[in-house]
């Protein structure tokens, strides 16, 4: 649920603070005084577009928090991305004068899509336009499966159709290209036999370098590595009997000055690490010998890995990659050549997707009878009566949505046959149909926050009575925000914002403020009665207050 929203900076918002409760609260106020920029803020938090024009001329940057209670349903994803803070969810949004955008989460900084993603499942907005998408079978579809919450059969639906296409290419390739797959496919097979029979092993060409050039310079090293011996610990003129010489002497010098111990210390050091030198030198002589026999293989095995890359177009070190991509590639020519086998398993995936397809066929033949009868209800109440609504699934071709279309159809008046919405509805009509489903889709909404921007346009009177007490019923579920123009929606609110806009200096800035009991009369007098507010219109709108 939302709690509070934060608005500094943002188109003509100076500075808003807004806290909000439960149940149905309004926003209402003159045209033009920014009644949407709410909405467009709390969007925007939400993951909206943003770009420099949302930033207040002459300000650095619109700064925009949201805060709400953090649902159980999103406890496990905000533990899992590291984002979890407790009982509050703290969304912020900062978009700076040269267009560049920012996202925080409990003040941890996000990204766009996980702002998307956590606002999927707080708030959900109808606009004002919503009525326009209707038309739009992919919005009808789009509507039925959101209703009916098929979103998983509907995932599982597309995934099986991707595959089953995948595998119904492949067949057809392999029925096409069966030469060219051939040829292809020997050389691939020579390639691999080529590469087997060397064997390189990872690593082995790093291994095999070392080993040639040490190999190849073992004599140097020998001789180098027993001069080093001998200035170590050689005669007594090597650096171990020098050192040594220094120490005895520091000895008896430290009798005198304490002072001398730290080079003493360091001197018997050098003595130790002498001695480990020694050692070592030793064990490496010992180690190190002349072999051509050895040599001799080493370099004949580098000349095959050498010639192998000269003739497979790779570097010596990337032969043995190739290897396995190579075994990989023939493996799947070997298996795309098999078209009796590529046959069944396209033959198979389509079976899922039937399956599939018909699962959510069946879901949606349900779905559709009851949100037909739930809107046709609805009209009854919003001056249509006597219309009927129907969802219809036409079969179509087998697609990622399923293998039906769905249709919005509707009879405005008793006695008429329905007709596709958009061919029959007038813009009032679509307006109230729309405003019928966007509430009947959120009763079952999963979401805490229902938000609706001006939907009840087009519509007066006593049908905007109706529809205020449909949005007052529906915030007894949710929180629900509205903006409107209607008084008698206004009316029906447990809580009323009024916005407003004023300018001062030349500078245009819009306000938000909470309505008192007798605000709200003020409020909805002007709603009623325009410019000129009279005894009778506030009379009228404290009995719509009731």
Known sequence: MLRTLHIRDFVIVDQAEIHFGDGFTVFSGETGAGKSILIDALALTLGGRGDVSIVREGAPRADISAVFDTPDTLRAWLAEHELDHGDELALRRVVDAQGRSRAFVNGVPSTLSQLRELGDQLV???????????????????????????????????????????????????????ET??????????????????????????????????????????????????????????????????????????????????????????????????????????????????????????????????????????????????????????????????????????????????????????????LSALVTGAMQTLAMQGGRFEVQLVSGAPSAHGNEDVVFLVAGHAGTT????????????????????SVIASRAARVPTLIFDEVDSGVGGAVAEVVGQLLRELGERHQVLCVTHLPQVAACASAHFQVSKAETDGITRSSIVPLSEKERVEEVARMLGGIKITATTRKHAREMLG
Not at 131 to 138: F, I, V
């Open 124 to 178: 959900d907005i109808h606009g004002q336009h919503a009525h326009q998408s209707l038309m739009r079978g992919d919005a009808q579809r789009d509507l039925v499966d959101a209703h009916g919450n098929h979103a998983e059969l509907a995932r599982e639906v597309a995934q099986a159709h991707k595959h089953w296409r995948a595998m119904a290419r492949r067949l057809e390739l392999a029925e096409q290209d069966a």
């Open 181 to 370: 797959l051939k040829a292809a496919r020997e050389l691939i097979a020579w390639q691999v036999d080529a590469l087997d029979q060397l064997d390189l092993q990872p690593g082995e060409w790093d291994a095999l370098q070392t080993e040639q050039t040490r190999l190849a310079h073992a004599q140097t090293l020998l001789d180098g590595a027993a001069q080093i011996l001998t200035a170590i610990d050689g005669d007594d003129d090597s650096a171990q009997h020098r050192v040594q010489v220094a120490v005895s002497k520091l000895n008896q010098l430290l009798r005198h000055d304490p002072g001398l111990q730290s080079i003493h210390d360091t001197l018997e050091s050098a003595g130790i690490a002498l001695d480990e030198a020694s050692s070592e030198l030793n064990h490496y002589l010992s180690r190190v010998e002349l072999d051509p026999e050895r040599q001799n293989q080493i370099e004949s095995r580098l000349s095959a890995v050498f010639d192998a890359g000269r003739l497979l177009k790779t570097p010596p070190e990337g032969l043995d990659a190739l290897r396995e991509q190579r075994h990989a590639e023939l493996a799947e020519m070997e298996a795309s050549a098999d078209v009796a086998k590529l046959r069944r398993e396209a033959d198979a995936a389509r079976t899922s997707y039937d399956q599939a397809a018909e699962r959510l066929t069946a879901a949606r033949a349900g779905t559709v009878q009851k």
């Open 418 to 437: 329905p007709r596709p919405l958009g061919k029959v509805a007038s813009g009032g009509e679509l307006s109230r149909i729309s405003l019928a489903l």
